[in-house]
């Protein structure tokens, strides 16, 4: 699998569940403030 991920770019990690909860938390912050900053509405 990480030999796949490679060849499309990609670097395949494993993280503690800590570590994975924390990252989760961050991406929803940031793309939080993008999706609001840009007026985008649920349809």
């Known amino acids: 699998m990480k ?8 670097l395949a990690r494993s ?5 994975f909860g924390s990252f989760i938390h961050n991406e929803i912050v ?3 403030k993008v999706v609001k900053a ?6």
């Open 3 to 10: 030999e796949k991920l490679a060849q499309q770019g990609a």
């Open 15 to 19: 993280w503690t569940p800590e570590e």
């Open 30 to 32: 940031k793309w939080a």
């Open 38 to 43: 840009s007026g985008a509405k649920v349809e």
